[in-house]
């Protein structure tokens, strides 16, 4: 059963009020829409936990390799002994935020944007981010027959996922601090902001009418594989060159009930990021294996190769990096100032690196008081 200290202090905790959302940033995610495929991962061996099952979501996506290695590898499962992992991928942030709240879903591993919005709708009271999963792997990437410097991009087109998720507004504060205008809801201006749906991209960018893309990994290696240059790797812009792409988020309603499952989920993740930074051409094999077990796809090597060389995996979720992103997102006119504070509860985390012998991460001030 959860530790009876961590299960009354989360009680007592209250969840702060925040403003709503604008409307734009309610469509927030990876731009498409969501795609489930249930799957089943027998029990494994040991003693049953507070739950039955864990129902855990992730996107079939290489920024979400934590999930795609843990699962193929039997990592997750291990640690959950004999409460049995239940999994369901999607393709968009909203879709998973949506499951989460209707308890489809009781752990999901999902982007910056989509939870700041899930937080702040349901006014801090619908879930908890406990750790961290990768950071990186997004690009800018444009024709370089049309683009050959950053100056060049001033009067072209280029692609964003969707209106408001992650990607479109880290390229929405770049277009402003370089001290060009850019309107959040059209697109238009100095740049035109093209909302283009990660699956079209390649196309998109293969007709012209887009003549590049800041997009996340793999989409940047298959505008790559196109004959597109890489003109600047996000995580260049942030400190330390590391920003968060991914961390692991739960239902406040779960992690009260069955905090000893979110740990051991935490901790299958924590072991499962050490073995993919200590095996990295394994690990990627791993989750290219995955990939193909769900979407009947793999990824070539062109593509895979230097998509994984640009994405970290990390136990920590970079807080401080979650703070600015929601705070460029106000820059952009995107989101009314949100009060983020809650939105982490880091303790399992903690308590899984203190036992692996690694230091605490922190949470910027936002964790539950």
């Known amino acids: 059963m959860p530790a009876t200290r961590t299960t009354v202090r989360r009680g007592l905790a209250a969840a702060a009020a925040v403003p709503l959302l604008i409307g734009a940033l309610a469509s927030c995610g990876y731009g498409s829409d969501a795609k489930k495929d249930d799957k089943t991962t027998p029990a494994a061996k040991g003693k049953k936990l507070s739950a039955d099952s864990v129902k855990l979501g992730y996107f079939p996506n290489l920024t979400h390799a934590t999930a795609l290695v843990g699962e193929q590898e039997g990592i997750l499962q291990k640690e959950l002994g004999g409460t049995q992992i239940k999994s369901t991928t999607f393709n968009a942030g909203p879709s998973e935020i949506e499951a989460l709240n209707a308890g489809a879903i009781d752990i999901g591993f999902i982007g910056p944007s989509p939870a700041i919005n899930g937080f702040t709708k349901s006014k801090g009271k619908n879930l908890r981010i406990v750790a961290g999963s990768a950071s990186g792997g997004v690009k800018l990437v444009v024709n370089p027959k049309k683009i050959k410097t950053l100056d060049d991009l001033k ?3 280029i692609a964003t996922p ?17 001290g060009w205008k850019a309107d959040a ?7 035109s902001v093209v909302r283009t749906d990660n699956k079209i991209t390649p196309d998109a960018y293969k007709s012209g009418s887009i003549d590049g893309a800041w997009v996340p990994e793999p989409v940047a290696s298959r505008l790559v594989a196109q004959g597109a240059k890489v003109l600047l790797d996000e995580s260049t812009l942030w ?3 590391k920003f968060v792409i991914t961390h692991i988020i739960v239902s406040q309603k ?7 499952v979110v740990e051991a989920v935490v901790r299958g993740s924590v072991k499962t990021n050490a073995w993919i930074n200590a095996n990295p051409d394994l690990a990627k094999a791993s989750a290219n294996a995955k990939l193909k077990a769900l979407t009947g796809k793999e990824l070539p090597a062109e593509i895979i190769d230097p998509a994984w060389k640009s994405i970290q995996f990390t136990d920590d979720p970079l807080a401080s990096t979650l703070k600015t992103q929601a705070d460029y997102a106000v820059k952009a006119g995107l989101l009314e100032k949100p009060d983020l504070n809650g939105i982490y509860d880091l303790t399992e985390l903690n308590e899984v690196l203190k036992t692996e012998g690694k230091p605490a991460v922190a949470d910027a001030g936002l964790g539950v008081k």
């Open 155 to 157: 009067g072209k087109k």
């Open 162 to 178: 969707q209106l408001g998720n992650t990607q479109d507004v880290a390229f929405l504060n770049w277009i402003a601090e370089k």
């Open 239 to 241: 400190p330390d060159n």
């Open 185 to 191: 809801q059209s697109g238009k201006g100095d740049v």
């Open 254 to 260: 779960f992690l009260k009930e069955h905090a000893d």
